[in-house]
């Protein structure tokens, strides 16, 4: 990476989450979804109990895994074209993250930890969810991507739907 300092590859890493937000919250699911790898990962792993969750999303229950984008592309287009019941009508979203922290982790990669809240609104209720963030980032020609992104939902009570633009 050069000698880019921790600072300038902070602002990258967290211009790279603002931005993942904001396409989020716009509906921009092209854009969004251009911001991953095509093997990126997704996971939401599942709490076993009060303190631990599950390691592997290959044995074990989560609340949402694909192994690689095509699984988000199924969503959007599920999204997109109303075949997804449960997403219909889409919520109105807000993602604040914070807390965002980076380091160079070799191979190319950037290990990114943040916190945020995503807070919606649809059928005339309110819900939120608090999460910590986990990313694998990868330089490439076209700047920072996502190459895993693991999300932590500290919420042990889901009253609707969690989906990709809810979390």
């Known amino acids: 990476m050069g000698n880019v300092t921790d600072r300038e ?3 990258r890493c967290e211009a790279l989450l603002y931005e993942e937000a904001r396409r989020l919250d716009r509906r921009e699911w092209d ?9 990126a990962s997704f996971w939401i792993p599942m709490w076993d109990d ?13 609340l949402m895994y694909y192994p690689d984008r095509t699984g988000l592309e199924d969503r959007i287009f599920r999204i997109r074209t109303e075949r997804s019941s449960a997403s219909t009508p889409l919520p109105r979203t807000v993602h604040m993250v914070s807390n965002v922290e980076a ?10 930890f943040a916190n945020g809240e995503v807070m919606s609104y649809r059928h005339k209720q309110g819900l939120s969810f608090y999460c910590h963030y986990h990313y694998q980032l990868r330089e ?11 999300v932590i939902v500290a919420n ?12």
């Open 9 to 11: 590859l902070l602002s």
């Open 50 to 62: 009060e303190y631990t969750l599950t390691d592997d999303p290959q044995s074990q229950l989560s």
């Open 140 to 150: 490439t020609d076209a700047g920072l991507k996502i190459a895993a992104k693991k």
């Open 156 to 167: 042990d009570v889901i009253h609707d739907i969690m989906d990709i633009y809810s979390i």
């Open 31 to 39: 854009e969004w979804i251009d911001l991953f790898l095509p093997e």
């Open 103 to 112: 380091q160079a982790a070799g191979d190319d990669l950037i290990q990114v």
